[in-house]
């Protein structure tokens, strides 16, 4: 994927978000890191590859970790921090750079469990901790607002069309942004695959019960979306008819005679 194969690797190779680049290299080159640095922005926008260059330029071993998958109880937390009670990683060491230090990136971490983030609150407090932590998440976690004198909260944006327009000359960079909602990641896909084929929405035939009734009613009070529409292919009941008589004409699954007595009795009963 073009996302992956040009991505960044030094802090100005990244386009736009100058005060967050300059408040990553005060936090990397001033120690001890008292604080915690959290990217907060909408997805897509290269939070996560800004958290990466700079641990790079600033020669530390990015220590990447979804935090949304792999930090859900306080275990996951204690985990993470023994392992860092060095500040050399064990590759490091045995490559003999002792000076390479770890840099702890916490990807996604408005999705991790909010009781594991009051254990990462913890490890940001502690005045022992010698790595540097940077979290990145779309949404500011009410755990991390509450103690914003031991992170600092850096806004991210998308960068700005003119400068995109210069790496793809031939593409109208504008228009693609506001189709992708100003998801930079999404546009290169675009970019890269074309335009994905959309599913058609077919809604569901209602049945008419009163409990469904009553609760559609509801929706359309609030307006709320319509549970009964869905992403579906609506290709009729004609391929339906077709598989069942093909399914029925084959000898190991068509009804035995047994079976077909029981159903003429069944209907003889009524």
Same mark, same amino acid.
């Given at each position: 994927?073009?996302?992956?194969?040009? %991505?960044?690797?030094?802090?100005?190779?990244?386009?736009?978000?100058?005060?967050?680049?300059?408040?990553?290299?005060?936090?990397?080159?001033?120690? /001890?890191?008292?604080?915690?640095?959290?990217?907060?922005?909408?997805?897509?926008?290269?939070?996560?590859?800004?958290?990466?260059?700079? +641990?790079?330029?600033?020669?530390?071993?990015?220590?990447?970790?979804?935090?949304?998958?792999?930090?859900?109880?306080?275990?996951?937390?204690?985990?993470?921090?023994? @392992?860092? %009670?060095?500040?050399?990683?064990?590759? @490091?060491?045995?490559?003999?750079?002792?000076? %390479?230090?770890?840099?702890?990136?916490?990807?996604?971490?408005?999705?991790?469990?909010?009781? +594991?983030?009051?254990?990462?609150?913890?490890?940001?407090?502690?005045?022992?901790?010698?790595?540097?932590?940077?979290?990145?998440?779309?949404?500011?976690?009410?755990?991390?607002?509450? #103690?914003?004198?031991?992170?600092?909260?850096?806004?991210?944006? /998308?960068?700005?069309?003119?400068?995109?327009?210069?790496?793809? /000359?031939?593409?109208?960079?504008?228009?693609?942004?506001?189709?992708?909602?100003?998801?930079?990641?999404?546009?290169?896909?675009?970019?890269?695959?074309?335009?994905?084929?959309?599913?058609?929405?077919?809604?569901?035939?209602?049945?008419?019960?009163?409990?469904?009734?009553?609760?559609?009613?509801?929706?359309?009070?609030?307006?709320?979306?319509?549970?009964?529409?869905?992403?579906?292919?609506?290709?009729?009941? @004609?391929?339906?008819?077709?598989?069942?008589?093909?399914?029925? #004409?084959?000898?190991?699954?068509?009804?035995?005679?047994?079976?077909?007595?029981?159903?003429?009795?069944?209907?003889?009963?009524?």
């Amino acid at each position: 994927m073009y996302s992956e194969i040009y %991505r960044p690797s030094n802090l100005s190779e990244i386009l736009g978000n100058n005060e967050a680049k300059d408040i990553l290299k005060t936090y990397l080159t001033t120690q /001890p890191f008292s604080k915690a640095v959290l990217l907060i922005g909408p997805p897509g926008i290269g939070k996560t590859t800004m958290a990466l260059c700079a +641990a790079n330029t600033f020669d530390f071993d990015a220590l990447e970790i979804n935090a949304s998958k792999s930090i859900r109880s306080f275990e996951d937390v204690d985990k993470i921090r023994d @392992s860092c %009670r060095s500040a050399v990683n064990i590759r @490091s060491f045995l490559n003999g750079n002792i000076t %390479r230090k770890t840099c702890v990136i916490l990807d996604e971490v408005d999705g991790s469990d909010p009781h +594991a983030q009051k254990k990462v609150m913890e490890w940001i407090r502690d005045k022992t901790r010698s790595v540097p932590i940077i979290c990145t998440g779309n949404e500011l976690p009410i755990v991390f607002k509450r #103690n914003a004198e031991y992170i600092e909260i850096v806004r991210c944006f /998308p960068p700005r069309p003119q400068d995109i327009q210069t790496l793809f /000359p031939n593409e109208d960079i504008p228009k693609l942004l506001k189709e992708c909602q100003y998801d930079i990641r999404r546009m290169i896909h675009r970019i890269q695959y074309g335009v994905s084929d959309t599913i058609p929405k077919y809604v569901l035939p209602p049945t008419g019960l009163p409990p469904e009734v009553s609760f559609v009613l509801k929706q359309r009070m609030f307006d709320l979306p319509n549970l009964l529409e869905c992403h579906a292919d609506k290709q009729g009941t @004609s391929h339906l008819n077709e598989t069942i008589a093909k399914y029925m #004409n084959d000898g190991r699954r068509g009804r035995n005679n047994a079976s077909l007595r029981r159903l003429k009795k069944s209907a003889l009963d009524k």
